[in-house]
């Protein structure tokens, strides 16, 4: 007669039947790839996300000039912005002692400096075209005095965007004629 397995580890007494204990490991490799993915994904979005920048383009220089410290520009086709306190803005072209226009206040928007250097950038066209350098456009100088705030400048910016200005400057540097000039209080 066969004999039945009682499944109690041999000599066929009675006693408790032992499980099988499972496994408790769990299996990581998943979370690891999904933390690489992450972390992958996260370089990749900052390093796409730079701050966007305008071009600038300022006169060249000559290099074999031995003294590079001035460059001068021809003041029929420079036109200086002074940004002052309160939204105030001062503009001239040419130069302070002599100005072809100006000094005049004037605001920001489509209706101030906007059609201002619309016009002035026809009329220096014009003026270069006239001497055999058409492609030679105004220049524009911004002014910011400490006292301007960065909504100013920046508005100012867009405004050289907008009408199409190829080449200006942010230089803070004043003379005190030019400090007098955008100091002085409105009549």
Not at 88 to 97: C, E, F, Q, T
Not at 143 to 154: E, F, G, I
Request: zero cysteines.
């Amino acid at each position: 007669m066969a004999e039945l397995n009682t499944g109690d580890g041999g000599g066929g007494k009675g006693g408790k039947v032992r499980s099988k204990k499972q496994n408790s490991k769990v299996d990581l490799t998943a979370m690891v790839d999904l933390a690489f993915l992450l972390i992958t994904f996260f370089m990749l979005t900052t390093s796409l996300s730079k701050p966007q920048s305008m071009d600038l383009s300022l006169p060249d220089k000559d290099p074999n000039e031995k003294d590079n410290k001035d460059t001068k520009v021809d003041e029929n086709r420079t036109m200086t912005v002074i940004l002052g306190a309160d939204n105030k803005m001062v503009y001239y072209m040419g130069l302070l002692a002599t100005p072809k226009v100006g000094p005049k206040d004037i605001a920001y928007g489509k209706d101030g400096i906007r059609r201002e250097l619309l016009t002035q950038k026809k009329a220096v066209l014009a003026y270069s075209t006239a001497l055999g350098k058409p492609k030679n456009g105004i220049i524009v100088i911004i002014k910011p005095t400490k006292k301007s705030n960065y909504r100013n400048l920046v508005d100012i910016l867009d405004e050289m965007a907008i009408s199409g200005v190829e080449t200006y400057a942010i230089v803070p540097e004043f003379t005190p004629e030019e400090t007098k000039l955008i100091d002085k209080k409105p009549e």
